[in-house]
Nanobody
Framework: QVHLVESGGGLVQPGGSLRLSCEAS????????MAWYRQAPGQQRELVAQ???????NYAEAVKGRFTASRNTAKHTLFLQMDDLKPDDTAVYYC?????????WGQGTQVTVSS
């Protein structure tokens, strides 16, 4: 079982920054995939950033140059630094990790960008 806990969401003004964290706990051998997704009201969940086992990071076009994903492999933790936030970034952000055949999701953290 892999249990994910996210933190760091909140309310921020346009142009502001937030840093999300996602920590994995439980019994697993190794995590080979980590990602952040988001879901805005009335819309489908979309991929924001992903980190593969070899450390390759890919971003959605909408967040390139503004968001930075990183990880602490030893601590099984995933981060998302979000800068120059825009109202369109408002969504519930979810972390996702794959460990072996297990596919785990966090509970989601709300990010609201509004003046």
């Amino acid at each position: 079982q892999v249990h994910l806990v996210e933190s760091g969401g909140g309310l921020v003004q346009p142009g502001g920054s937030l840093r999300l964290s996602c920590e994995a706990s439980g019994s697993f051998f190794s995590i080979w995939f980590m990602a952040w997704y988001r879901q805005a009201p009335g819309q489908q969940r979309e991929l924001v950033a992903q980190i593969t086992e070899d450390g390759t990071i890919n971003y959605a076009e909408a967040v390139k140059g503004r968001f930075t994903a990183s990880r602490n492999t030893a601590k099984h933790t995933l981060f998302l630094q979000m800068d120059d936030l825009k109202p369109d970034d408002t969504a519930v952000y979810y972390c996702n990790m794959k460990a072996g055949a297990r596919d785990a999701w966090g509970q989601g953290t709300q990010v609201t960008v509004s003046s």
